[in-house]
């Protein structure tokens, strides 16, 4: 029996369409229709949605709450899930998804370095594999896919705006696609956090900033506290570093007023609780600053303590 794929659209350089002078583009033009026509793939039946058409630089949280509710509502009579997104934003959004969708269902995310026209455009190939992988037996839980490589959530990264290998993970591939064959190495073993926030509500307002020579930063996180942001997530130089004008101006701040997380600005890291300069604050461990920040606003928008977003955080240490 086929199986029943749903096909999510957000937009993004996969339906992106290059200028004629090859200098430029616009990302979410093509409509997925389009971008279906020129594929050929006959192992599901696929039901598509254009969700949204937008750079994906611009993705905010309405639209964010809005694919998880698109997401849950194909659950129920899909086998599997495959998303299209740009790829400025896609490793925050697979992150999130895998938060808050609780399912052994495949949700693949993939997106393309190149627009639809572009010469060597990989949207066809990104998108083809991503269904490959949603009706794969072996394929569960959130999964990203690009140029042929298979990777979670947790730990993939956009490490390049040159060529069509942009995706990097800290802890290499989950698998590979070969000719529409699916093949993992290995199987995600961490356990998430599961969230039930379905509205924008739920994400508290947390802020990253990064910490870097000559740091004037002070200033600004006064400034967003009285805007009320709730959290901040530290994007410390090597291990977690924070130079020391912004420790300054952080350590005025107690931990019931704002949380802070400390995460590395550096793409393959690890910060340890060891190495943090304020016994307050918490050690984001392997996350990605973008990850941390995610995770701490729901942790806050759920009315988590500080005790429990600690502990939280220190499963990403093991």
């Not at 937008?54 to 509710?69: K, N, T």
């Not at 839980?141 to 993970?169: Q, R, W």
């Not at 420790?247 to 005025?252: F, H």
Request: proline share 3%; glycine share 10%; aromatic share 8%.
């Amino acid at each position: 029996m086929s199986k029943k794929i749903g096909l999510i659209a957000t937009g993004g350089t996969i339906a992106g369409v290059q200028a004629p002078d090859m200098q430029s583009y616009t990302a979410g033009i093509v409509p997925i229709g389009a971008l279906l026509s020129g594929l050929r793939f006959e192992g599901a039946e696929i039901y598509s949605t254009q969700l949204a058409n937008i750079d994906s630089c611009d993705m905010d949280a309405d639209l964010w709450f809005a694919l998880v509710r698109a997401v849950d509502a194909a659950l129920a009579d899909m086998d599997g899930i495959v998303i299209t997104h740009g790829t400025d934003t896609l490793e925050e959004s697979a992150f999130l998804l895998q938060l808050l969708v609780a399912t052994r269902k495949p949700i693949v995310l993939t997106g393309a370095n190149r627009p639809s026209n572009a010469l060597g455009a990989d949207g066809l190939r990104n998108l083809y594999n991503a269904l490959c992988i949603a009706c794969s037996e072996r394929a569960h839980g959130v999964l990203v896919t690009m140029n042929d490589s298979i990777f979670a959530p947790t730990d993939c990264v956009k490490a390049t705006t040159l060529g069509a290998d942009c995706f990097a993970a800290h802890n290499g591939a989950l698998g590979y696609v070969q000719q529409g064959a699916v093949h993992f190495l290995r199987v995600q073993s961490h356990v998430l956090p599961h969230f039930s926030a379905r509205s924008p509500e739920s994400f508290a307002r947390v802020e990253i900033l990064f910490s870097y020579a000559h740091n004037g930063l002070g200033v600004i996180l006064d400034a967003l506290v009285r805007d009320g942001v709730r959290g901040v997530v530290i994007a410390g130089s090597g291990a977690g570093n924070v130079h020391f004008a912004l420790k300054r101006a952080l350590c005025a701040y107690q931990p019931d007023e704002l949380t802070i997380v400390c995460a590395s600005r550096v793409a393959r890291s690890f910060v340890a609780p060891a190495i943090l300069q304020a016994p307050q604050w918490i050690a984001a461990g392997y996350l990605s600053p973008f990850a941390a920040r995610i995770l701490l606003a729901l942790l806050l928008g759920s009315g988590a303590t500080h005790d429990a977003i600690a502990r939280t955080f220190c499963q990403f240490g093991d």
